[in-house]
């Protein structure tokens, strides 16, 4: 695969399309303001003293609603981004997407749970009930992740193929326990679980925010470092351990860093489709497989693609709103069809 | 003679000034989300202040005029926010939380309301609905109108069943698919039934799927669809063609099959309650003279 665009130029463009991406995100919205507005109460969300009172409506819609949305959007397309490329450097294939090891159907399974059990137990107390849904979620993502993982494994040897096929039959057991979720669940929890697997960043908010900020900014940090050996990957296990890589090592930070990726993301939005699995893809065919380009290029394609989205989500439909899961797919999987053509030709 | 008229008409302002700002103080930019909550808002006579309505809200059928803000347990704080409301009233299945807080962390007074299916919890949300219109005499007439023909509707049902034993009846959500949704004994559309002078076949809880064999093991004497497709005599008759274990029960047989709009089954009563129990008792009981004038059985 030949590179189609240098990586500095690709970090140029996808710099300024995320940049524009924030922008959007921050000025955009139901409520239309002023630029200058937003602008000044943007700066002002950031503590800097401007203007007065008229200026209270515009700090309250930029500093509570779009600005955590705008971060949890970053978060959650980077994080996913991110995951996405670790997945399919590790499964040595193209169409490999987070869920393969069994972390978005582990989260589905804990959101499932918490929301018929937590309608099952009535009345939690307020404090508890919106973290209830995130904090199983995330477990949920984290032990099916474990179990896949242990069940690839054989006398401290991970073989990729048998993971592979375990993620695919614990989605599947998944599948059939959130089946069984759903027939127990009454109409009005049927309805919460069918939104919450469409996805959204709506309701966003800086108390829910910060375990996926960490753990986006630790995934972030960490995957690079592991971006050599991801490249010795490709050619091989064994040639890979030749090389000098600790390969057990690095598929069970592999494994893990997208657990808590996925898990947090999933946790903290719902299922958010198709970024994982084609924004790496996507930027592999504009600069090559190279895993220390394609790591970060993509974890800054995936939030600009996310918070795009995002907004579109929030206008077509204002001032209702359209889950965000299906407008990803409606942009991304055409996007995904041109290149595949164009590749072809 | 003129400073009396003067001072006469000074207290007049004065006096008037005061009855704007208490009106003033309510509420009067509204959204309403749930749907018979917005039913009842219309019904006291607030539809004027509505300034939007989430996607329950579907009678008067003159509400989808308005900016719809989508389902209401996946509310979006922004587009509300852009409707410039003063008061986002709904039921308590509005959500989510979040977005709640952020709409009232905006100045919006944000009011939620019980949807349980009784008349305690009616009670509650008319005087509130009044209140928040400035206008709880009315509200008490609704309530009292809506209590007195519950009572008239009970009292019709018992001297129905004088005359007949109460017809075995099933109340179905969808007929499309192998396996309909049937209403069991915990739901309004047990509740419906029941005081349409009914006896629900059903045993389970909630709503659950039921088998084609297990319809025909219960045959009932009268089915409901909760559906309004199904209401022409075509539409019923391509219904029985596809499902031959319906054509084989007593209630299709008998033509005894009837269609409820499904907006009744949600969100607690509604003031069109009282009517849909005289038509569905009316159909029940067709050798009994109807309730009222509009309560013909369905065709």
Same mark, same amino acid.
Request: glycine fraction near 10%.
């Given at each position: 695969?030949?590179?189609v665009?240098?990586?500095?130029?690709l970090?140029?463009?996808?710099?300024?399309?995320?940049?524009?991406?924030?922008?959007?995100?921050?000025?955009?919205?139901p409520?239309?303001?002023?630029?200058?507005?937003?602008?000044?109460?943007?700066l002002?969300?950031?503590?800097?003293?401007?203007?007065?009172?008229?200026?209270?409506?515009?700090?309250?819609i930029?500093g509570?609603?779009?600005?955590?949305?705008?971060?949890l959007?970053?978060?959650?397309?980077?994080?996913?981004?991110?995951?996405?490329?670790a997945?399919?450097?590790?499964?040595?294939?193209?169409?490999a997407?987070p869920?393969l090891?069994?972390?978005?159907?582990?989260?589905?399974?804990?959101?499932?749970?918490?929301i018929?059990?937590?309608?099952?137990l009535?009345?939690?107390?307020?404090?508890?009930?919106?973290?209830?849904?995130?904090?199983?979620?995330?477990?949920?993502?984290?032990?099916?992740?474990a179990?896949?993982y242990?069940?690839?494994?054989?006398n401290?040897?991970?073989?990729?193929?048998?993971?592979?096929?375990?993620?695919i039959?614990?989605?599947a057991?998944?599948g059939?326990?959130?089946?069984?979720?759903t027939?127990?669940?009454?109409?009005?929890?049927?309805?919460?679980?069918?939104?919450?697997?469409?996805g959204?960043l709506?309701?966003?908010?800086?108390s829910?925010?910060?375990?996926?900020?960490?753990?986006?900014?630790?995934?972030?940090?960490?995957?690079?470092?592991?971006?050599?050996?991801?490249n010795?990957?490709?050619?091989?296990?064994?040639?890979?351990r030749?090389?000098?890589?600790?390969?057990?090592?690095?598929?069970?930070?592999?494994?893990?860093?997208t657990?808590?990726?996925?898990?947090?993301?999933?946790?903290?939005?719902?299922?958010?489709?198709f970024?994982?699995?084609?924004v790496?893809?996507?930027?592999?065919?504009?600069?090559?497989?190279?895993?220390?380009?394609?790591?970060?290029?993509?974890?800054?394609?995936?939030?600009?693609?996310?918070?795009?989205?995002?907004?579109?989500?929030?206008?077509?439909?204002?001032?209702?709103e359209?889950?965000?899961g299906?407008v990803?797919?409606?942009?991304?999987?055409?996007?995904?069809?041109?290149?595949?053509?164009?590749?072809?030709? | 003679?003129?400073?009396?008229a003067r001072?006469?008409?000074?207290?007049?302002?004065?006096?008037?000034?005061q009855?704007?700002t208490?009106?003033?103080?309510l509420?009067?930019?509204?959204?309403?989300?749930?749907?018979?909550?917005?039913?009842?808002?219309?019904?006291?006579?607030?539809?004027s202040?509505?300034?939007?309505?989430?996607?329950?809200?579907?009678?008067?059928?003159e509400?989808?005029?308005?900016?719809?803000?989508?389902?209401?347990?996946?509310?979006?704080?922004?587009?509300i926010?852009?409707?410039?409301?003063?008061?986002?009233?709904?039921?308590e299945?509005?959500?989510?939380?979040?977005?709640?807080?952020?709409?009232?962390?905006?100045?919006v007074?944000v009011?939620?309301?019980?949807?349980?299916?009784?008349?305690?919890?009616?009670?509650?949300?008319?005087?509130?609905?009044?209140?928040?219109?400035g206008?709880?005499?009315r509200?008490a007439?609704?309530?009292?109108?809506?209590?007195?023909?519950?009572?008239?509707?009970?009292?019709?049902?018992?001297?129905?069943?004088?005359?007949?034993?109460?017809?075995t009846?099933l109340?179905?959500?969808?007929?499309?698919?192998?396996s309909?949704?049937?209403?069991?004994?915990?739901t309004?559309g047990?509740?419906?039934?029941?005081?349409?002078?009914?006896?629900?076949?059903?045993?389970?809880?909630?709503? &659950? !799927?039921?088998?084609?064999?297990?319809?025909? $093991? @219960?045959?009932?004497?009268?089915?409901?669809?909760? #559906? /309004?497709?199904? =209401?022409?005599?075509?539409a &019923? !008759?391509?219904?029985?063609?596809?499902?031959? $274990? @319906?054509a084989?029960?007593?209630?299709?047989?008998? #033509? /005894?099959l009837l =269609?409820?709009?499904?907006?009744?089954?949600?969100?607690?009563?509604?003031?069109?309650?009282?009517?849909?129990?005289?038509?569905?008792?009316?159909?029940?009981?067709? =050798?009994?003279?109807?309730l009222?004038?509009?309560?013909k059985?369905?065709?």
């Open positions: 695969m030949n590179p665009v240098l990586p500095r130029s970090f140029i463009a996808l710099g300024l399309l995320l940049a524009l991406a924030l922008l959007f995100s921050l000025a955009l919205g409520v239309s303001l002023p630029w200058l507005d937003t602008l000044k109460a943007t002002r969300v950031f503590g800097a003293p401007l203007g007065g009172a008229e200026l209270d409506q515009a700090e309250l930029i509570q609603i779009r600005m955590p949305r705008t971060l959007g970053l978060a959650v397309g980077a994080v996913l981004a991110l995951s996405g490329v997945m399919q450097g590790l499964f040595r294939n193209p169409l997407d869920g090891v069994g972390v978005s159907s582990g989260a589905a399974l804990g959101a499932a749970m918490a018929v059990g937590g309608a099952w009535g009345g939690l107390p307020d404090a508890i009930a919106p973290y209830l849904l995130s904090a199983c979620a995330f477990a949920g993502g984290l032990v099916v992740t179990l896949v242990r069940l690839g494994s054989r401290g040897q991970t073989s990729v193929s048998t993971m592979l096929l375990a993620g039959a614990l989605t057991l998944a059939a326990v959130i089946g069984l979720f027939y127990l669940a009454d109409d009005a929890t049927l309805r919460t679980l069918t939104f919450w697997n469409l959204s709506n309701g966003a908010s800086y829910r925010l910060w375990p996926l900020l960490v753990v986006t900014l630790a995934v972030g940090l960490w995957l690079p470092k592991r971006a050599k050996a991801l010795a990957l490709l050619l091989g296990e064994s040639e890979a030749h090389l000098g890589f600790e390969v057990e090592r690095v598929k069970r930070e592999l494994v893990f860093c657990a808590l990726g996925v898990g947090a993301a999933v946790a903290a939005a719902g299922m958010i489709g970024i994982g699995l084609v790496p893809h996507l930027v592999r065919l504009l600069v090559g497989p190279d895993h220390r380009v394609l790591l970060p290029a993509s974890a800054l394609a995936g939030a600009a693609l996310l918070l795009f989205a995002d907004v579109l989500a929030r206008m077509v439909l204002a001032p209702a359209l889950p965000i299906i990803t797919a409606l942009i991304g999987a055409p996007f995904f069809l041109y290149l595949l053509l164009r590749g072809r030709a | 003679m003129r400073v009396t001072i006469a008409s000074l207290c007049c302002a004065v006096l008037l000034s009855a704007a208490a009106a003033d103080a509420p009067q930019r509204w959204v309403s989300a749930g749907g018979s909550i917005t039913e009842w808002v219309v019904a006291l006579g607030g539809e202040k509505l300034v939007g309505v989430d996607t329950t809200s579907l009678h008067p059928i509400l989808k005029k308005l900016p719809s803000i989508g389902y209401q347990r996946q509310l979006a704080a922004e587009g926010l852009s409707l410039k409301p003063d008061l986002l009233l709904g039921s299945e509005m959500g989510p939380p979040p977005v709640l807080a952020q709409v009232k962390g905006a100045g007074s009011e939620a309301l019980p949807t349980k299916s009784d008349l305690a919890t009616l009670e509650h949300n008319l005087g509130r609905i009044g209140a928040l219109l206008d709880e005499p509200a007439k609704a309530l009292a109108d809506y209590k007195a023909r519950l009572q008239t509707q009970a009292k019709w049902v018992s001297t129905a069943q004088a005359d007949k034993p109460a017809p009846v109340l179905l959500l969808s007929h499309s698919g192998s309909p949704m049937a209403a069991g004994q915990d309004i047990a509740w419906l039934i029941a005081q349409a002078g009914g006896r629900s076949i059903t045993t389970h809880t909630s709503y &659950k !799927a039921l088998s084609t064999e297990a319809l025909l $093991a @219960l045959d009932p004497q009268v089915i409901i669809f909760a #559906d /309004r497709s199904i =209401a022409g005599p075509e &019923k !008759a391509a219904l029985l063609k596809q499902n031959p $274990a @319906l084989a029960t007593r209630a299709a047989k008998n #033509d /005894r =269609a409820l709009d499904p907006t009744l089954l949600v969100g607690g009563l509604g003031p069109r309650i009282p009517d849909a129990l005289a038509v569905l008792g009316a159909a029940f009981y067709p =050798a009994a003279t109807p009222t004038a509009v309560a059985p369905q065709p």
